[in-house]
């Protein structure tokens, strides 16, 4: 049977098939489902399985409020199962801003963002890594083959005080592997550094903040880490060793005039007896936090999440929404058009005997009929598989584009193309593989179709 033949009588038949509507729009359904609802899946889940990895997700702050931590208590915490470490937290700890005083690389000013940071307030976050932390870096080197005041700054990096934009929507994000090299100076905030620190004194135990005259850092830029919105880390966060966090305390502690050589003032007290310390308790998973929470809870020391790690409830609630709706929505939806197809193919053949059988008769063969058939299930799924796709493209162009103007935590569900192509692929080989399996179990009545049927005129 030539091509045009077939094209015209797949055509006219169907014209004919009442359930051709109906194949249509479940399968534009289902092409819309695998692809869009697949694809935010995974970008949820993998945020929250991003966030759930994260150090500071699987860390249990742990403060001596209520009784001194002595060795003896971090060996008997250790010993608790699914206790990976505990890490003292002395230092930055993130809370300390910087205002940004200059960008410099080996030959002086780095002009290229000289005017942007002239006309704007620029600051960061100078975040010390604790115990195991690592961050891996993508570009550059890390911060254990690097000398003390080295730093690494996000993929990325918007260190500007946009008063206009509470929000921070819309921003103009540098990339961070283009400050490889340079050295930042720093200074705190308003000229000040603050140190959050625990005491024990006559008036009991209690823990309060240290606001200090800072100094000026300079720190060389040699790595960009991976800036994810559920992982710990954020547009303006810069990290630095262990070692450079304590001599950055250390620094300022001394600069203010404080003694670290005896015990006279709370903050130097703090400062030299580690029972005074606060800790994180790192768990080796984060659904056994609970159980290592409760256990710490019952040996009568101050445990508590830490309140700026806890990941949003609404990404939780999509994530939950996409893995298990969308799965269930894409399985009823392809049922659905499965069995419509089925049915289509099975009821054609019968509504056609009469036809099928004359086609048999004037010397068609079974193969040329079944091409036919099949070629009417393909004409109609691959149309609602180029509306479908059609649709779900435009609905991602434009997902993509709000989210990446809106806040830093909404980048998150931006889809990567390369996923959404994927995915797309997989519903054109739905869209190809069903109509062709549908056929094949009406093969058989088919084949029984005998040409003395082309009287029929059922």
């Not at 992982?231 to 304590?246: H, M, P």
């Not at 050589?261 to 007290?269: E, F, P, Y």
């Not at 036809?355 to 058939?373: D, E, H, P, T, V």
């Amino acid at each position: 049977m030539k091509y045009q033949n077939l094209k015209f009588l797949s055509k006219a038949n169907i014209k004919g098939n009442k359930n051709s509507g109906a194949i249509v729009i479940l399968t534009c359904l289902l092409v819309i489902a695998i692809t869009i609802i697949s694809c935010f899946s995974i970008v949820t889940v993998k945020a929250v399985n991003e966030y759930k990895e994260d150090y500071k997700a699987r860390a249990l702050e742990l403060d001596p409020w209520l009784k001194p931590i002595t060795d003896s208590a971090i060996s008997a915490i250790s010993n608790i199962d699914h206790v990976q470490s505990v890490d003292d937290v002395t230092g930055l700890r993130s809370v300390c801003a910087f205002d940004i005083l200059n960008i410099e690389d080996e030959e002086g000013d780095f002009n290229e963002f000289d005017e942007q940071f002239k006309s704007q307030n620029c600051f960061v976050y100078a975040c010390g890594l604790v115990g195991n932390e690592k961050k891996k870096v993508i570009s550059g080197d890390n911060l254990d083959d690097s000398p003390v005041f080295s730093c690494i700054v996000p993929s990325l990096f918007y260190p500007f005080d946009d008063e206009d934009n509470i929000n921070y929507e819309n921003l103009n994000y540098i990339d961070g592997t283009r400050l490889i090299g340079k050295t930042i100076t720093i200074k705190g905030y308003n000229d000040n550094m603050e140190f959050p620190y625990n005491y024990s004194n006559a008036d009991g135990n209690g823990n309060s903040d240290a606001i200090l005259p800072s100094p000026e850092f300079k720190l060389k830029v040699v790595g960009t880490y991976y800036c994810s919105p559920t992982a710990s880390g954020y547009f303006a966060d810069i990290y630095v060793s262990r070692e450079t966090d304590l001599l950055m305390t250390k620094m300022t502690m001394e600069g203010a005039g404080i003694n670290l050589t005896s015990n006279d003032s709370d903050i130097a007290k703090w400062w030299n007896t580690p029972s005074l310390h606060t800790y994180f308790v790192v768990v080796d998973d984060y659904n056994n936090l609970s159980e290592v929470f409760n256990e710490i809870r019952n040996m009568g020391y101050d445990i508590a999440n830490s309140p700026s790690q806890l990941i949003k409830d609404s990404i939780v609630l999509m994530a939950n929404l996409f893995s298990t709706v969308g799965v269930f929505l894409i399985l009823a939806i392809g049922i659905l058009t499965i069995v419509i197809l089925v049915q289509s193919s099975i009821s054609s053949i019968k509504q056609r005997k009469g036809s099928i059988g004359l086609m048999k008769a004037i010397g068609y063969k079974n193969r040329q009929i079944f091409a036919c058939l099949c070629y009417e299930q393909l004409y109609l799924t691959i149309k609602a598989f180029l509306i479908g796709g059609t649709l779900s493209a435009l609905f991602v162009t434009v997902t993509n584009y709000i989210f990446s103007h809106k806040s830093y935590q909404d980048m998150l569900y931006i889809i990567d193309w390369n996923l959404f192509l994927t995915y797309l692929g997989i519903s054109l080989a739905t869209a190809i593989i069903v109509p062709l399996l549908c056929q094949i179990i009406s093969l058989k009545i088919l084949i029984n179709v005998q040409p003395r049927e082309a009287m029929s005129t059922n």
